[in-house]
């Protein structure tokens, strides 16, 4: 079981990133998948998850409307497109992913509720 995010950088303030996260050794399509990342001296937080289970997503309230996150089941891969980024959004960003029973937000509140992470790819960006 891999997951291989990519697709991080420097980028300035106003500009825009797209995540990339391809799974191997699993499908995404009973799974709940995330987008968490980890600023410095801080938790890790849930930016964005899709449940299979119902089809919910769910997004965080600093994120709402500048992020979103898709999944492409065919090419078993999910992307989070990044507009307007703030300086604020610098962080490690993680993709992560857990067998499915609940809702977008139940994984999304709690990182200890998904199984399998990706390495996690850098975003800075700069003011």
């Known amino acids: 079981v891999q997951l291989q995010a990519s697709g991080g950088g420097l980028v300035q303030s106003g500009g825009s990133l797209r995540l990339s996260c391809a799974a191997s050794g699993f499908i995404f399509d009973d799974h709940a998948i995330g987008w968490f990342r980890q600023a410095p001296g801080k938790e890790r937080e849930g930016v964005s998850c899709i449940s299979s289970s119902d089809g919910s997503t769910y997004y965080a309230d600093s994120v709402l409307g500048r992020f979103t996150m898709s999944v492409d089941y065919a090419k078993n891969t999910t992307y989070l497109q990044m507009n307007m980024l703030e300086p604020e959004d610098t962080a490690i960003y993680y993709c992560?992913?857990?067998?499915?029973?609940?809702?977008?937000?139940?994984?999304?509140?709690?990182?200890?509720?998904?199984?399998?992470w990706g390495q996690g790819t850098l975003v800075t960006v700069s003011s």
């Open positions: 992560a992913a857990a067998i499915t029973h609940h809702l977008a937000h139940y994984y999304c509140s709690d990182y200890g509720r998904l199984n399998y």
